[in-house]
């Protein structure tokens, strides 16, 4: 492995790039379901597409991305909401998606799947040096803080 490849400078770039490129993914996701949308409209959905407990899940999922959204674009707690962002696109994938095929203009997967995979990714690795995380845990390794056993 190069320097280039282990350079703590390039993974805390890249984990500040996957932040951000996620954060306002499920944010502007979660906007787009309560403000354009709306949560009843939302619901609606969410029931004509066999989600049970629509009307529970709908606001429920909304709220996770437009609150999870922002916490993943600052860096705060952020393997809480990107361990809950990814699973809520993993339900999604198997539940509504699936049976679409893989493309999104049939109502495909790729989307979530591709959601799921940054958010998890987030999960594994953590948010990075520069992040409210870093600043409240300091010392104490923010990483690895949220998954001591």
Do not use: C
């Given at each position: 492995?190069?320097?280039?490849?282990?350079?703590?400078?390039?993974?805390?770039?890249?984990r500040t790039l996957l932040?951000?490129?996620f954060?306002?993914?499920f944010?502007?996701?979660?906007?787009q379901k309560?403000?354009?949308?709306?949560?009843?409209g939302?619901?609606?959905?969410?029931?004509?597409?066999?989600?049970?407990?629509?009307?529970?899940?709908?606001?429920?999922?909304?709220?996770?991305e437009?609150?999870?959204?922002?916490?993943?674009?600052l860096?705060?707690?952020?393997?809480?909401?990107?361990?809950?962002?990814?699973?809520?696109?993993?339900v999604?994938?198997?539940m509504v998606?699936?049976?679409?095929?893989?493309?999104?203009?049939?109502?495909?997967f790729?989307?979530?799947?591709?959601?799921?995979?940054?958010?998890l990714?987030l999960?594994?690795?953590?948010?990075?040096?520069?992040?409210?995380?870093?600043?409240?845990?300091?010392g104490?390794?923010?990483?690895?803080?949220?998954?001591?056993?």
């Open positions: 492995m190069s320097a280039l490849e282990n350079s703590a400078g390039l993974q805390t770039a890249a932040r951000f490129a954060g306002f993914l944010l502007a996701h979660g906007w309560y403000f354009q949308f709306t949560i009843e939302t619901t609606a959905a969410f029931g004509q597409m066999g989600v049970p407990a629509a009307n529970l899940l709908a606001p429920l999922a909304a709220t996770l437009i609150a999870g959204g922002p916490a993943i674009i860096g705060l707690l952020t393997r809480v909401f990107a361990g809950l962002l990814g699973v809520q696109m993993i999604a994938l198997f998606h699936a049976a679409g095929g893989v493309f999104v203009e049939n109502g495909g790729e989307l979530v799947l591709a959601l799921a995979a940054g958010a990714a999960l594994l690795v953590g948010p990075g040096r520069i992040s409210l995380d870093a600043l409240i845990f300091k104490k390794k923010a990483d690895k803080v949220l998954v001591k056993a």
